[in-house]
């Protein structure tokens, strides 16, 4: 069964990396980068061999290092690995979340400069310092890997004190998914609604045409 799990996290994991590649490349084809796409594509197969890696051989050779015949050890390792993952997939969803957006946003203005007769190939202005820096998937990042790193480090600090047992690293860990669940749900939603916006846009489209 734990097999099974780890084969349904890597899928899911490809599931959600392969629609956030086609958004990111879908907003390269519209600022006239696409290739670009080819080393996003390459850098993805490298994330995803790793992860794979880490998932199916990673408690292996953890186990060289960590006492893993200590039944805390082992479970606190394996709600750790998994709990990565859940942030993994958030934050992808995020990135979703964005692009779709920033998709949306470009063929709005596309549509705009096509309707003002302009030239559609006008290169894409980049936004300035602040921009970049406050750019939501860097902070999307930024902020799930902090609360993934302070949270399992406070966890790991209570199991080497011997404050918690096998049912209270189950019990916290539930609790950190429930937290990816809230920013996961958010995220879900804000993606309907740019569905929705997309679907009217283009059907106001259809009907001028």
């Known amino acids: 069964m734990y097999i099974f799990h780890k084969s349904m996290a890597l899928f899911w994991t490809l599931t959600e990396s392969t629609i956030l590649y086609f958004m990111i490349w879908g907003n390269l084809l519209l600022h006239h980068k696409s290739k670009n796409a080819r ?3 390459n850098l993805f197969i490298m994330i ?5 890696l880490l998932l ?10 960590f006492d893993f015949n200590n039944k805390i050890s082992l479970h606190l390792y394996r709600w750790i690995l998994w709990n ?4 993994l997939w958030v934050i992808m969803e995020g990135a979703i979340m964005v692009y779709g957006f920033r998709t949306l946003k470009r063929i ?23 921009k970049n820096i406050f750019n939501p998937i860097i902070v999307i990042t930024t902020l799930m890997s902090g609360l993934f790193i302070l949270y399992h480090l406070s966890l790991i600090s209570l199991a080497q004190k011997g404050l918690i047992n096998v049912g209270d690293i189950f019990t916290v860990s539930r609790f950190y998914i429930r937290i990816c669940g809230i920013f996961w749900i ?23 045409s």
């Open 56 to 65: 199916f051989f990673g408690e292996w050779s953890a186990g060289h290092v």
């Open 186 to 208: 958010l995220f879900e939603w804000a993606i309907a609604i740019i569905c929705i916006r997309s679907f009217i846009f283009f059907r106001s489209l259809n009907e001028v």
């Open 108 to 130: 709005e203005s596309l549509n705009k400069l096509k309707e003002k007769d302009s030239n559609l190939s006008k290169p894409y202005k980049k936004g300035g310092k602040w």
């Open 39 to 41: 080393q996003v594509k």
């Open 84 to 87: 990565l993952f859940c942030t």
């Open 48 to 52: 995803f061999f790793i992860l794979g």
